[in-house]
């Protein structure tokens, strides 16, 4: 729970809300030198490492330079990678959770390399996970990921109209069922 926490999208969240996620956590290890993600691919998990470490990388694009030729190809420059470490306590995937909150369309690319370097133990929260919780907890979801207070208040509104509204139509339920059992004579439901 303590590493969900430090996920800036997560840091909010109502304690019911990331208690269900812990629930919904995979352990998953990755032995030495094993591709977890690459650049490009959809990103159908979240990482939250436990155990070992993990590199993130990617390559600057040749595409972004104006040079065609073979030299500029294999110039310093052109071999650059931008390398992150992640260690135990730390995240991958992030944007999985941007992807969760408005709707739930195609998933997010993952943006770099991520391979393990020595056996790595981790908790994977999958896209399908995610989708399920925020279903039963859209309300909490919203207001969380929500920076525009306007847009909070109307979402405070309509969650309140739909509570009458169930409530309401419970309460009609329960009477009509209480009229039928004196007119019949019989429990009903």
Same mark, same amino acid.
């Given at each position: ?69 073979? !030299? ?5 420059? =052109?071999?650059?990678?931008? #390398? ?5 306590? $730390?995240?991958? /995937? +992030? ?67 739909? !509570? ?5 139509? =419970?309460?009609?339920?329960? #009477? ?5 059992? $004196?007119?019949? /004579? +019989?429990?009903?439901?």
């Amino acid at each position: 729970m303590k590493t969900l926490k430090t996920v800036p999208m997560l840091k909010n969240l109502d304690e019911k809300v990331l208690i269900m996620m812990c629930d919904y956590l995979k352990p998953v290890v990755y032995n030495e030198n094993s591709f977890v993600f690459r650049m490009g691919d959809p990103l159908d998990c979240m990482l939250f490492i436990v155990e070992g470490t993990m590199w993130t990388y990617y390559s600057p694009s040749t595409s972004d330079t104006d040079t065609t030729s073979e !030299a500029a190809a294999t110039s310093p420059s =052109s071999i650059l990678m931008t #390398t992150k470490a992640l260690r135990k306590g $730390e995240f991958y /995937g +992030e944007e999985l959770l941007k992807w969760g909150s408005p709707t739930f369309t195609t998933l997010p690319i993952s943006t770099r390399h991520v391979r393990s370097q020595r056996k790595v133990e981790a908790f994977a929260l999958m896209a399908d996970d995610l989708a399920t919780i925020v279903s039963k907890c859209q309300l909490q979801w919203d207001l969380n990921n929500c920076d525009n207070p306007q847009e909070m208040k109307i979402m405070a509104v309509s969650s309140i109209t739909k !509570a009458i509204r169930r409530f309401r139509t =419970s309460r009609h339920r329960s #009477t009509t069922e209480r009229l039928l059992e $004196e007119v019949i /004579g +019989e429990k009903v439901g």
